[in-house]
């Protein structure tokens, strides 16, 4: 007899909180009838319009209850490695690497295709989904040498043929899934597994990380936020034998940016 769900609830806590965080967004994002420009990952939105929360909301959000399940689900079968010796904060840390670092691969992989193979369409792409993340723990999960992975539960695959079993599986049941995007959350994986590893398992590495991820978010938040106007009140001087000085009032706004329409794809 299997492990209840409430005790493996309970020993993947990094696990299922992802998981009830990236279901809850799913579902706000349907109920506010909300799509992929509002909160996907497309290059010129980030790079030159500078909204950096987008590497955030791209990646735990989903538009399609498809999506998401799929997502979710190999998440859960990924979080059994989690009580198999990973500390849950050590999950957590390498959780926040890999989504930093797989949405800046991602947007060099736009910039190169722009600028040297000339595919401007990928200004324009907009990507959502915890894909990258899970590719990314595919892959360094295989070059740490665990064993076996298990899709949907039923399918069992060698851990060094998951990343592109399950990229075959994504490209089937949902034909316009981020190629891109799943290649860089590979190869974040396989850059922590040989060169990062050190850093994404320090804790203050990992603080450092988040902090700036932090003050990126809440620069670009205030950029994109109008200002209300200030009013400041009438000021009157007293009659010194010269007449009164007009009523001062100053006022001070900020525009807000227009996001324009865009293509959109799965990641």
């Known amino acids: 007899m299997g492990t209840p769900l409430h005790l493996q609830i309970l020993e993947r806590p990094v696990t299922s909180i992802l998981i009830t965080l990236c279901t809850s967004l799913w579902a706000w994002l349907n109920h ?5 420009q509002d909160v996907g990952l497309s290059y010129d939105l980030v790079v030159h319009n500078r909204q950096f929360w987008r590497i955030v909301t791209s990646q735990l959000s989903h538009v399609d209850f498809i999506h998401l399940l799929f997502n979710m689900t190999s998440l859960w079968s990924l979080g059994g490695f989690e ?6 904060i050590v999950v957590l840390q390498q ?3 890999l989504l930093v670092g797989s949405g800046l ?4 992989i736009y910039h190169a295709a722009i600028y040297l193979f000339h595919k401007e369409h990928y200004r324009h792409v907009t990507a959502v989904g915890y894909s990258a993340v899970i590719f990314g723990w595919m892959a360094l999960l295989s070059a740490r040498g665990i064993s076996n992975f298990s899709i949907f539960g039923m399918v069992q695959l060698p851990m060094s043929l998951a990343p592109f079993g399950a990229l075959v599986i994504t490209s089937v049941i949902i034909p316009q899934a ?11 994986g396989y850059l922590m597994a040989y060169v990062l590893y050190g850093l994404t398992v320090n804790l203050w590495c990992s603080l450092a990380l988040l902090a700036l991820l932090t003050a990126g978010c809440v620069y670009s938040l205030r950029e994109h936020i109008s200002v209300p106007a200030l009013h400041v009140p009438s000021l009157h001087l007293p009659n ?3 007449p009164l ?5 100053i006022e001070s706004g900020a525009d807000v940016a227009l996001l324009s329409s865009q293509q959109s794809v799965h990641q």
Do not use: E, N, T, V
């Open 240 to 242: 010194f034998a010269r």
């Open 105 to 108: 691969i991602c947007l060099a």
């Open 32 to 36: 506010r009838h909300l799509g992929y």
């Open 178 to 188: 981020s190629f891109i995007g799943h290649l860089s959350g590979i190869l974040m």
């Open 95 to 97: 959780s926040l690497w």
């Open 245 to 249: 000085l007009p009523d001062a009032d």
């Open 83 to 88: 009580q198999g010796g990973q500390k849950s």
